[in-house]
C-alpha cells in the first residue's frame, strides 16, 4: 500500500464511492486498487512519503482507534465481522473504523462494533488520526491467506486467536424480506409445501463455478422434498436462464430480483437450505445458521468452511493429467488448465463429484443444525462423562470426540453387514468409498496369493517382527479369504481365522483349506477355537467394533502367559492427514460410520491396550513411501532466478523428483506418517526387544518397498 497526492482536482466516481478531491489531497491506496484508477486519472496522483501509524501487535486499546485496512470482496467482509465483533467487545470504548470497497460495504454497514466506514482509498486524515492500522489488502497469494480459513485469517492479524462466536453478522433488510417473502411462499404454495433449496451454482471465476448439468441431476434427487431457487447477482451471469432451458432444470429463477447483496442476503434467509460453490453465498448461509453444503474442486473447502458448524464440505477426488484436486488456483489466475486440456469449459474436478454424494451431504447439513439429538452421556473407552464434543456428522451419522483419551466415535452406532459390503450393495455413502471389501474376493493360488499381500507397505513390514516374535497358534480375527493366514503358515505358525462374512470365510476354507470359522464374536467361536494362542491379530478390525475395550479384553483372555497381539487401523496422523489437517467429509476414504465406528490416535490405542490389560505395547505405522507422500503434498512447478539474474522454468514432474529425493531419511525411520498404524501388545514378560525390530521393520520394508531387494 502506497500514499498518493492529487496533482489537480479530481471529481471520480470510483470504487463504489464519490470522491471530490482537491490538489494536495493525500488517500491511501492499496496496490491493486490504484491499477483499477483510469490511466488519465492515475496520472493526476504523484506518489508521496508520508508516515504510518504503527501497525498493531495485540496492544490493549481502550480509548484507542484501530484502522482496519480492507477493500474486500463480500465474501472477504462478512468473515472480517467474527473478528472486528470481538475486539471491540474486549475493548469496548476503543474506536474501530475499517476501510471497505463500495460494493461490499452493505454488509457492513449499520453493526454496532463499528464506529465508521472510510471508502478505498482512504483519506490520510483518516490514516493520521489512528493510533495503529491492521493491514489486510495486498492478501491474495500470500502464504499466510492461502494457509488460513477466511474467520481465522482475520482473526490472526488482529491478534484474536478464538472468538466466542465465529460466525459472520448478517443483517437482514427488513422490507426487502418482505418483498422476496411473496414470491418464496408463492413457491411454496405452488410445489405443494416443499423445502426450498438456494442452488447458487456460479463463483467468482469459471474453474469453481458448479456445471448447470450438476443442478439437474441434484434437482432429480431432491425433487420428492425440495424445490431448488436459483438467485445469481445481477453481474454474476446473464445466461442464467439460458443454462435453465438448456437442461431442463425445473429450479425457479430468482435472479432477475437480485437487485444487490441485500437480495441474496433475504434469499438465503426464507431459503429452508442452501447448496453453493460461491463463498458469498456460504458466509451469509452460515451467518443464518441454515444447512450448506460447500462443493469446491480447486480450492480446499476447509479454508472456506472449518470455522462453521452448519456447513458441510464437498471436495473433489480427482487426479488429472496437470493437476490434483485442490490445486489452489485463485479466482484471479484464468481458466482451469486441466478443463483446457480436455477441450471443457467446467473444471473436471468438479464434474467428477457424484451428484448422489452432494444429495448426501444435504442430509448430514440437515442433521448439524438440530439442536437436540441423542448425545454420548460417557466415553465408551475411557469413560469420560462431561461434555463430548462432536467432531463431524458423515454418512446420516454422528462421531463425537472424546477430550479426555481422544477417541474419535459414532453415537448411536450403527451395525455393518459385511456380506453388504463384500457385495458393494450399499444404499448411501458408501457407494462411493474406496474399500476393498469387493477385492478381497479376487484370489489367486498359494503362492501368488502369499507374494500379492506380502510385498504390500502394510503386511511387508510385519515380515521382520514375524521372523522375530516366538511360533506357536496362531487367531487371525477378521481373516478375510485367509490372505494373513498363508503368510503366517509360511512363516511357522498354526494359523485359525474367524470371519464375518459367509462368502469370505468359505473361500479360506475351500481355496486355501485353512481353518476359518464364520463368527461376529468371540462367544460365538468353537472350544477348538477357544484355546490360547501365541499370537493374535487383527488387521483394520477394531475400527469396525462396536465394544472396543471388551474386544481387546476378549483377546487378553484368549493369549496364553508371554503372548502377542499384533493389530493395525487407519492412523489418524498419517502424512496426508498432518500435511493437510485431517478433512472431514472425505467421502471417498470410508472412514466413517458404519464401516468404521471409532478412529484411533496413537495415544489413544496405547491407552486402550493397557487398559485391557496389556504389559507392553508399542505403536507404529507401515512406512512412509513416496506414494503416501505425494498423497499428502502436490509439488509445483516454479520459475528459478539464478545468481545470473537469468530465469530457469522448473517443470512440476522436476519438483516432484527433488521432494521424494530430499524425503528419503522419512522413508526408512518415520514412525508414525505410513498410512496404516500398527499395534504390539504383550501379556506378560517377554525377552524380545521389540522397539529394535520395530525400527528395523520400518527400515528393511522401506528399502524393499522403494527400491526392492536388487536381485
Request: hydrophobic share 40%; with cysteine.
Amino acid at each position: 500500500m502506497k500514499v498518493w497526492k492529487a496533482k489537480a482536482k479530481i471529481d471520480l466516481n470510483f470504487n463504489g464511492y464519490e470522491f471530490k478531491i482537491k490538489p494536495g489531497d493525500k488517500f491511501l491506496f492499496a496496490e491493486d486498487v490504484f491499477k483499477l484508477l483510469p490511466e488519465n486519472v492515475g496520472k493526476a496522483f504523484e506518489q508521496t512519503h508520508s508516515v504510518l501509524p504503527p501497525f498493531y501487535r495485540g496492544e490493549p486499546l481502550n480509548g484507542k482507534t484501530l484502522l482496519v485496512i480492507a477493500q474486500a470482496a463480500i465474501g472477504d467482509a462478512l468473515c472480517m465481522t467474527p473478528a472486528l465483533r470481538e475486539i471491540k467487545k474486549r475493548y469496548p470504548d476503543m474506536t474501530l473504523n475499517v476501510s471497505i470497497s463500495g460494493r461490499a460495504r452493505p454488509v457492513l454497514e449499520g453493526l454496532s462494533y463499528i464506529d465508521s466506514l472510510v471508502p478505498m482509498p482512504i483519506p490520510f486524515k483518516e490514516v493520521s488520526r489512528s493510533h495503529y492500522i491492521v493491514k489486510t489488502i495486498e492478501m491474495v497469494n500470500t502464504p499466510q491467506f492461502d494457509n488460513l480459513s477466511l474467520i481465522d485469517y482475520y482473526l490472526w492479524k488482529l491478534y484474536i486467536y478464538k472468538a466466542e462466536k465465529e460466525t459472520p453478522d448478517i443483517q437482514i433488510d427488513e422490507a426487502v424480506l418482505n418483498e422476496m417473502k411473496e414470491r418464496f411462499d408463492k413457491i411454496r404454495q405452488a410445489s405443494g409445501g416443499k423445502k426450498v433449496l438456494l442452488f447458487h451454482y456460479l463463483a467468482s471465476s469459471v474453474h469453481r463455478t458448479l456445471p448447470p448439468k450438476l443442478l439437474k441431476e441434484i434437482e432429480d434427487l431432491i425433487w420428492n422434498e425440495y424445490v431448488p431457487v436459483i438467485c445469481s447477482l445481477p453481474e454474476e451471469d446473464i445466461t442464467v436462464e439460458t443454462a435453465l432451458d438448456v437442461y431442463g432444470i425445473r429450479a425457479a429463477n430468482f435472479s432477475v430480483f437480485m437487485k444487490d447483496i441485500r437480495y441474496l442476503i433475504a434469499s438465503v434467509a426464507l431459503s429452508d437450505a442452501v447448496i453453493t460453490a460461491d463463498t458469498a453465498t456460504l458466509h451469509i448461509a452460515a451467518g443464518l445458521n441454515k444447512p450448506t453444503v460447500l462443493v469446491s474442486g480447486p480450492i480446499d473447502p476447509s479454508f472456506r468452511a472449518e470455522n462453521y458448524s452448519t456447513v458441510i464440505p464437498v471436495r473433489a477426488n480427482y487426479t488429472g493429467q496437470s493437476c490434483i484436486s485442490p490445486c489452489m488456483r485463485h479466482a484471479t489466475e484464468g481458466p482451469c488448465i486441466e478443463a483446457q486440456i480436455k477441450r471443457q469449459f467446467y473444471s473436471p474436478c468438479i464434474e467428477s463429484i457424484p451428484p448422489k454424494v452432494i444429495y448426501f451431504a444435504l442430509k448430514d447439513a440437515e442433521l448439524m443444525i438440530q439442536k437436540e439429538y441423542e448425545k454420548p452421556e460417557k466415553c465408551i473407552l475411557c469413560e469420560f462423562n462431561g461434555n463430548i464434543p462432536l467432531f463431524e456428522v458423515i454418512n446420516g451419522s454422528r462421531v463425537f470426540e472424546c477430550p479426555s483419551c481422544g477417541l474419535h466415535f459414532t453415537y448411536p452406532m450403527k451395525i455393518m453387514d459385511y456380506d453388504e459390503a463384500y457385495r458393494k450393495e450399499h444404499k448411501d455413502l458408501l457407494d462411493f468409498a474406496n474399500i476393498a471389501y469387493e477385492s478381497y474376493l479376487n484370489v489367486e493360488e498359494e503362492t501368488k496369493e502369499i507374494e500379492k499381500w506380502q510385498n504390500l507397505p502394510r503386511f511387508n513390514v510385519l515380515i521382520p517382527i514375524l521372523s522375530q516374535i516366538p511360533k506357536g497358534r496362531l487367531l487371525d480375527v477378521g481373516s478375510s479369504t485367509g490372505f494373513f493366514m498363508l503368510i503366517a503358515k509360511k512363516f511357522g505358525f498354526e494359523p485359525f481365522g474367524m470371519e464375518a462374512s459367509e462368502k469370505a470365510q468359505k473361500i479360506a476354507r475351500e481355496k486355501y483349506k485353512l481353518n476359518v470359522v464364520q463368527a461376529m464374536s468371540f462367544a460365538e467361536l468353537t472350544d477348538d477355537f477357544k484355546k490360547p494362542y501365541k499370537v493374535i491379530t487383527a488387521f483394520e478390525v477394531l475400527e469396525h467394533v462396536h465394544e472396543p475395550l471388551n474386544f481387546l479384553k476378549d483377546i487378553y483372555f484368549l493369549l496364553e502367559n508371554e503372548g502377542f497381539l499384533i493389530l493395525s487401523c487407519p492412523p489418524f496422523y498419517k502424512f496426508e492427514n498432518t500435511a493437510k489437517g485431517y478433512r472431514k467429509y472425505k467421502w471417498w476414504y470410508g472412514d466413517y460410520p458404519p464401516n468404521h465406528v471409532t478412529r484411533w490416535k496413537p495415544w489413544t490405542l496405547y491407552y486402550a491396550l493397557k487398559k485391557a490389560g496389556f504389559d507392553e505395547v508399542h505403536i507404529f505405522t507401515e512406512p512412509l513411501i513416496p506414494g503416501t507422500v505425494l498423497e499428502g503434498v502436490t509439488p509445483h512447478g516454479f520459475n528459478l532466478r539464478l545468481a545470473d539474474g537469468k530465469i530457469v522454468e522448473v517443470d512440476a514432474n522436476v519438483t516432484k523428483a527433488v521432494v521424494l529425493e530430499t524425503l528419503k531419511p522419512l522413508y526408512l525411520n518415520s514412525r508414525f506418517l505410513g498410512n496404516f498404524q500398527y499395534a504390539i501388545a504383550v501379556k506378560g514378560k517377554v525377552s524380545i526387544n521389540l522397539e529394535e525390530i520395530i525400527k528395523k521393520a520400518i527400515k528393511y520394508s522401506a528399502v524393499e518397498i522403494i527400491w526392492g531387494r536388487g536381485d
